[in-house]
């Protein structure tokens, strides 16, 4: 006989996986199994979140659901799975438990990012009858440090780097109260036994009263090393424009502008536009830097201006953590600075500082004193920096707040790891439908930076569990991150990836495609080494996941000098002229901004092609113009140049419809000094504007066979240089060119539909984290009928290389084109 309804007993395990750890799972799981009546456990894993659950079939059954649904705020469910248990030859649970964690296994899950301080934690910062008033950790379930202090899973207080600091009895009853909001809150501290705050300040005892002290030192002009989540900022009074000054020079920056750290969005406001979606970026949980728009004639006189020279934007995040918003000052404090700049902790190039003796050594000739605790720092990790273009997120850099959230792939892809490019360097594991980008690196050209990188590879996979099977890397033969990857195979095989079809494959994978159909990759950087040998950057590839075409490309110029022209855009301003059959006249910017002396050694060496590597790059293009309407001629940090041009298109306004217009074409290869060319190479050409032997130009579409269109610069160079003899604005000249590059791309996409057939344009690259142009591009392609992708999830620059290398060399099932 059937056992009546009210009597059947249902036991199930409900494995949770995804962000599961560190964000109040468990302590939600055990309330969620109290209200409905169920009995049974529940812990963390190396795979996620398991609970065993016994009870009427009905609850059970809610239980499974509501499991995922009303998961806890910084959660993310990627799956709920739950099986069937035999309950006739179980032991009946007695109530609920939280069982101690279970370790061993393959690692497959993810504690949360590093979360800004709770609305409830700062009301007790702020409160004085609150115990824990003024304690700089204050933190809870909902907020604080995860990844920056994880050492392994699963994600316990033992695995983190809060294990020296044994709980006192009060908070060791709420980290065992599950009414608590505290309750098995990994990083859980208080005045009694929490980390210890100290002021360093070189030829003084001990310093009482760390925190107020060190405001007062920022009032007076003082530039502070201050320790936060994931390493060290160098901190000092926005407004003070000596001390603003004072910090460049020390640092090296040149003109690179600095981020700000504001009390409140009110002062946020009071300088730059804001909008509701980078309202929202600014006062969430993730908490990056926001570029905003100046607001043009406001109220500067609390910013100094040497915070951000010749900028459009202004770099603004708000405090997320305890420590932060005491510098800053609770209700009631003394006056002191309302806005701070806040700087990553190291010399020019070099990685931040975490570790507190390296920070004394290290950043001793940056810093008039150090505002140091003893917790821990495990995982180095930058603040992010985003934009809002058109309504939605941009990422410019991705790191705090982000990492280590997996991006969900649209194909599955073997077990591997990608080591991205030698600039903005982020690497990326993957296995399966998961890819996990690390947090910024940097730039890789010094031990220090390979040193971050050896570490951060071993921790992401630990945490991980993916065991590479395959590494992928840039195809430059002189990058370091492939270097590294060559080294480090043992065995493995390495995939090398051609540069600017990991951008486009990245935009592809972050918007789901799964590669069936190619897309029109608009793929425009400042370099990017070309199956040719020559430096590609202004490039429309037909690509999916299995390969490209070089469908058109911006025309070939020389790059004088490498690098040196890089530095030196007069450099590049001249080269196009020259390409371009312009004479070097006297009166133009870029000529008067060249050394006489160097003069005529630059006009020998383009003559005679001596290190000079033809380039398509369009941002160096950038970089000439830049130069060529007096904008910008030495950049003291990486696209300086176009920056400052942007500046300028934004403050003309709108657009105009009367902009340039590049000249397109196709080529054929021509032979210049008994030297064989690419094909549509801008040959060497006189200063005096004689061509010797510019490529052919002929007109057409191109075809499979042809050889790729040719976007030709000269008839732009040379509007520019007649708008500047009859005195245009250096605004309306940067208007113009921008729509130009617009309006090439429109064409040259249209183009690609007329003999391709397809609909779908994916624009990728550095230049695209330039707004006026994104914008522009996107609303003259989406008025032309295509869909268009541009990044959300990862940097259109080198930030976000690694994940399309990631997915171009591990798919594990290629699809075939229908």
């Excluded at 649209?410 to 996990?436: M, Q, S, Y």
């Excluded at 591009?777 to 290389?801: M, S």
Aim: glycine fraction near 12%; charge should be neutral; aromatic fraction near 6%.
């Amino acid at each position: 006989m059937t056992a009546p309804e009210e009597t059947a007993v249902d036991r199930r395990r409900v494995t949770v996986r995804g962000v599961v750890q560190g964000v109040g799972f468990r302590p939600f799981v055990y309330g969620l199994a109290r209200e409905l009546g169920l009995s049974g456990y529940v812990t963390n894993t190396g795979q996620g979140v398991v609970a065993e659950v016994e009870g009427h079939p009905g609850a059970v059954g809610v239980f499974c659901e509501r499991i995922g649904s009303d998961a806890p705020p910084l959660a993310v469910v990627e799956s709920v799975t739950h099986l069937a248990v035999a309950v006739a030859d179980r032991v009946p649970f007695t109530g609920f438990t939280i069982a101690p964690s279970r370790a061993g296994g393959a690692a497959r899950t993810l504690v949360s990012p590093d979360t800004a301080t709770c609305a409830d934690c700062l009301a007790e910062l702020s409160d004085p009858a609150d115990r824990r008033y003024r304690h700089p950790f204050i933190t809870c379930t909902h907020c604080g440090p995860r990844f920056t202090i994880v050492t392994a899973l699963p994600y316990d207080r033992a695995n983190t780097t809060m294990a020296g600091f044994p709980l006192c009895a009060r908070c060791e009853r709420e980290y065992t109260d599950p009414a608590d909001r505290r309750f098995h809150a990994q990083p859980v501290s208080c005045h009694d036994c929490g980390p210890r705050l100290r002021l360093v300040v070189p030829g003084l005892p001990d310093v009482p009263e760390p925190v107020a002290r060190a405001r007062g030192m920022l009032a007076r002009g003082a530039i502070l090393a201050v320790k936060g989540l994931g390493g060290y900022h160098l901190a000092c009074d926005a407004g003070d424009e000596e001390a603003v000054r004072r910090l460049r020079l020390r640092k090296g920056r040149g003109d690179k502008p600095f981020a700000l750290m504001a009390r409140d969005i009110a002062d946020v406001e009071r300088l730059a536009h804001l909008g509701p979606a980078e309202r929202e970026l600014l006062t969430g949980g993730r908490r990056p830097i926001v570029l905003l728009r100046r607001r043009s004639g406001g109220d500067g006189s609390g910013l100094a201006e040497a915070v951000a020279p010749r900028c459009a934007d202004l770099g603004f995040m708000l405090p997320y953590t305890p420590l932060h918003h005491l510098l800053l000052g609770l209700p009631g404090d003394p006056p002191g600075p309302r806005l701070l700049v806040m700087t990553s902790g190291n010399l020019g190039g070099e990685p931040i500082v975490t570790d507190d003796a390296e920070a004394l050594a290290r950043l001793a000739p940056l810093a008039d004193g150090w505002l140091v605790h003893d917790r821990p720092i495990h995982v180095p990790c930058d603040d992010s920096v985003v934009r809002v273009c058109d309504g939605e997120e941009l990422p410019v850099r991705r790191s705090r707040g982000y990492t280590p959230f997996p991006i969900a792939l649209p194909v599955p892809v073997t077990a591997a790891l990608a080591v991205g490019g030698d600039l903005k360097n982020t690497f990326c594991l993957g296995e399966g439908r998961h890819a996990w980008m690390s947090a910024h690196i940097g730039d890789m050209d010094d031990l220090a930076t390979l040193t971050a990188f050896d570490g951060a590879v071993r921790q992401l996979t630990a945490v991980t569990g993916v065991a590479p099977g395959l590494l992928a890397a840039d195809r430059h033969p002189g990058y370091r991150s492939a270097g590294w990857a060559a080294r480090t195979a043992a065995g493995r095989p390495v995939h090398r990836v051609q540069h600017h079809h990991a951008h486009v494959a990245a935009a592809m994978a972050e918007a789901g495609l799964d590669g069936r159909r190619p897309v029109i990759g608009v793929a425009f950087d400042g370099t990017g080494y070309g199956d040719d040998g020559a430096v590609w950057g202004g490039e429309f590839l037909l690509a999916d996941y299995d390969g490209y075409r070089r469908f058109a490309h911006l025309g070939y110029v020389p790059l004088p000098g490498g690098d040196a022209a890089v530095r030196r855009p007069y450099r590049m301003a001249l080269a196009h002229l020259y390409a371009a059959g312009l004479p070097w006249t006297a009166g133009l910017p870029c000529v008067a901004a060249c050394a006489e002396d160097e003069l005529p050694v630059l006009a020998r060496q383009l003559e005679r092609g001596l290190n000079c590597v033809p380039t398509s790059s369009m941002g160096r293009l950038f970089d000439a113009v830049s130069s060529l309407a007096g904008v910008c001629h030495e950049a003291g940090y990486e696209a300086q140049a176009a920056v400052e041009l942007e500046a300028a298109a934004v403050a003309y306004g709108e657009l105009p419809q009367n902009g340039y217009a590049f000249a397109l074409g196709k080529a054929v290869t021509a032979n210049v000094h008994g030297v064989a060319q690419p094909a549509g190479c801008a040959c060497p050409q006189s200063p005096d504007g004689l061509n010797s032997a510019r490529p052919a130009i002929e007109d057409g579409t191109g075809s499979r066979t042809d050889p790729a269109l040719i976007a030709d610069p000269a008839p732009v160079l040379a509007a520019v240089v007649a708008d500047l003899r009859v005195g245009a604005p250096v605004e309306a000249v940067s208007a113009r060119f921008h729509a130009a590059v617009a309006d090439l791309v429109r064409r040259v996409c249209a183009a690609a539909r007329e003999r391709h057939g397809l609909e779908t344009v994916a624009l990728t690259g550095g230049v695209f984290a330039n707004a006026v142009l994104s914008a522009a591009c996107a609303r003259g392609l989406r008025q032309d009928g295509f869909t268009v992708l541009r990044h959300r999830l990862v940097p259109p620059n080198d930030g976000g290389l690694a994940l399309g290398q990631l997915v171009i060399a591990a798919r594990t099932h290629p699809q075939p084109h229908p």
